[in-house]
């Protein structure tokens, strides 16, 4: 078998099915994964079938709208429950049980045991998201959904799982511990999940008068997966997130706009003292900053990047580092190569 | 086969492992006996490159341990001293894994698994889930998985702790084997009776240094200061206690459960000489054996006299 062979399917990876499969923990696993997501698909669906029998207030294609969009997010928010889990003790656990050294004596390079068991892991979270295709394709009887909005929320569900996975097997490798290592996985979720988001809220991008294009919200929160799934099954701009609600962006001072018959506005700085800025009529005139539309982000570091594709960016980096940091932390020996030479010739 | 020169490790202020030095010739069973904590699963962990010594060289069959660690995993075979078993795994399936670990082709791990467990009887139990096997089955599995690339060394940490006595002879013949088949062996253990039998060689470690080594018989010779005769005689013990007294190559003279124990000075053109002195004093010996002293002797003197 060639390297690559070897790095892709190695004897983990079989292990890991067998032992994971043999066991009812996997199949109730699965079991409680659908039901709960076909439980909320249900409960979502007869809340509206209610509201739509009182007063009327949409088309199908709303309901396949709003039916996807909370399924997509409770999808994620399950996998982040169930991802750590399945990661978190995949070194330590070994290493608890006394097993790993005995990984470590044979042939099999450092990286491939990582490797496996990331691969192994994923290929249940990835049979968890299939699993729920059933689900997700009832969404299309209502309408309203396309199949590039389906394919791209499975897209980022899944490569948020795999990052998820990846820190996972870092805290695994980190800690030699299953519980220090779990929690600290689960804490690393919270973050990419939740913190991210509230970076949003708590330091907004200031609305530059100045600018052209319609502001959004700062970059570190594309790193949630949950912004770009809502971006992806409203189909609406990012107005209501992460975007400063006035154009003051210090102490003092503004904007003052008037309207125009016309209906647009046009604005002028102001100073603290709310006097206006500049030289009569040689000032410029600052418009109304345009409004984002459509799912393009607007302006910043992803300008003209779709929000899922600037989400599946920085994860795929996340996880990039993480599997780095993993791979450098396993090795029971480690040293770099400079250092293995000194200590060569030291012992010479 | 097995050389290990100047190791030291130092965990923070604790040194584990003070400057220790030892070769094992190939196809020698190698003993290393030493109380908890003495440094055993210390060395042998570094022999397996799974720890880094602080200084020192050691190498398996030719190759450094710090260098090659890839060759050294292939030439050596570690059975640490744990069980590490998977659970939901069968014996055969176990074994599989291990060779596929080890990059051995699909076609011939199969027979590789049957063989081993063969080797270490437990054929008949090549279906059985790993996890409800008994302590010494665990064992012997443990050792067919060190085995499946077919390794030239094997290093044995407490192999048989734990093991009930029966357990612990199959053990022994298992390895007696092994040696038959040209495998350098190294056991670490604390089961000195056993060691003595087994081993050709032994090395004793305590406190991290490596007290005294070198084939068991000179080993013990070396820490045990003179010889032993057993001597049982007929009704006459005054007259050859007073015999024996009156010899100068006679250093201490006891009696122990009925037999006269004699520590003497000399060789064995001594205790010859002894036996005439008690004939020639009318004395009847009906027995007359010389003792070894034994490697717990040795292990006990090595271990309390504060080694150099």
């Given at each position: 078998m060639n390297r690559v062979a070897i790095a892709v399917w190695n004897p983990i990876v079989a292990k890991e099915y067998r032992s994971r499969m043999r066991t009812w923990r996997s199949p109730l696993a699965m079991t409680v994964y659908i039901l709960l997501l076909g439980g909320l698909g249900w409960a979502i669906f007869s809340a509206m079938a209610a509201s739509a029998r009182s007063v009327f207030n949409g088309s199908p294609a709303n309901y396949g709208q709003a039916l996807f969009l909370y399924l997509v997010l409770f999808q994620m928010v399950l996998l982040a429950f169930i991802t750590p889990a399945l990661t978190a003790g995949a070194i330590s656990s070994e290493r608890e049980h006394q097993t790993i050294d005995l990984l470590f004596v044979t042939k099999l390079p450092s990286f491939s045991i990582l490797w496996g068991k990331l691969l192994a892991s994923m290929s249940f979270v990835l049979l968890l998201l299939l699993l729920s295709v059933p689900l997700f394709s009832l969404v299309f009887l209502f309408g309203g959904i396309e199949l590039d909005q389906v394919l791209a929320a499975f897209l980022v569900t899944a490569v948020a799982a795999l990052t998820l996975g990846v820190i996972g097997i870092a805290c695994s490798t980190a800690f030699r511990r299953t519980l220090p290592a779990t929690v600290a996985a689960y804490g690393a979720s919270f973050i990419l999940l939740a913190g991210s988001l509230l970076y949003g809220l708590l330091f907004p991008t200031a609305i530059d008068p100045n600018a052209t294009a319609a502001p959004a919200p700062p970059a570190v929160s594309y790193i949630s997966p949950l912004l770009p799934l809502v971006t992806i099954g409203t189909s609406q701009p990012v107005t209501w997130y992460g975007i400063g609600s006035g154009f003051s962006s210090g102490a003092g001072g503004g904007m003052m706009c008037s309207g125009t018959p016309g209906g647009a506005q046009s604005c002028v700085p102001l100073n603290a003292n709310g006097v206006a800025i500049g030289?009569?009529?040689?000032t410029p005139f600052y418009r109304n900053p345009p409004q984002a539309t459509g799912t393009i982000i607007p302006s910043g570091l992803f300008a003209g990047w779709q929000y899922w594709q600037a989400t599946v960016t920085l994860q795929l980096l996340i996880s990039l580092a993480a599997l780095v940091l993993s791979a450098i932390l396993i090795p029971p020996t480690r040293h770099l190569p400079w250092a293995r030479r000194t200590r060569a010739a030291r012992s010479a | 086969m097995i050389a290990v020169e100047g190791l030291t490790k130092v965990y923070g202020h604790r040194t584990a492992l003070d400057a220790v030095s030892f070769e094992v010739p190939k196809g020698e069973i190698f003993g290393f006996v030493g109380p908890n904590g003495a440094g055993k699963t210390t060395t042998l962990r570094i022999l397996a490159a799974l720890l880094e010594p602080t200084a020192g060289r050691a190498f398996v069959d030719g190759a450094d341990v710090i260098q090659h660690p890839d060759l050294v995993h292939d030439r050596l075979g570690y059975m640490p001293d744990f069980f590490g078993v998977y659970d939901q795994l069968t014996a055969t399936e176990y074994l599989d894994f291990y060779a596929a670990c080890y990059q051995i082709p699909r076609a011939r791990r199969k027979k590789i698994a049957a063989d081993l467990l063969e080797l270490v009887g437990l054929a008949d139990r090549h279906n059985q889930p790993v996890d409800t096997l008994s302590r010494g089955l665990k064992q012997r599995l443990c050792l067919a998985r060190a085995l499946v690339h077919d390794p030239a060394v094997l290093l044995l940490d407490e192999p048989a702790s734990g093991l009930d006595p029966r357990a612990r002879v199959e053990m022994r013949e298992i390895l007696k084997e092994l040696q038959r088949m040209g495998k350098t062996i190294v056991i670490s253990s604390h089961i000195l009776p056993e060691l003595t039998e087994l081993c050709s060689m032994v090395g004793i470690i305590d406190q991290g240094r490596m007290r005294a080594t070198g084939p068991v018989h000179d080993v013990i010779r070396g820490l045990t200061s003179g010889r032993r005769l057993r001597i049982m005689v007929l009704g006459q013990r005054e007259e050859a206690l007073a015999t024996l007294k009156g010899l100068s190559s006679i250093r201490t003279v006891d009696i122990i459960n009925g037999a006269i124990e004699a520590q003497y000075e000399g060789d064995d053109t001594t205790a010859a000489s002894i036996l005439q002195a008690l004939t020639a004093a009318g004395v009847r010996v009906s027995g007359f054996s010389q003792l070894d002293g034994g490697l717990e002797d040795a292990f006990l003197k090595a271990t309390s006299e504060d080694v150099g």
């Open positions: 030289k009569g009529v040689a | -």
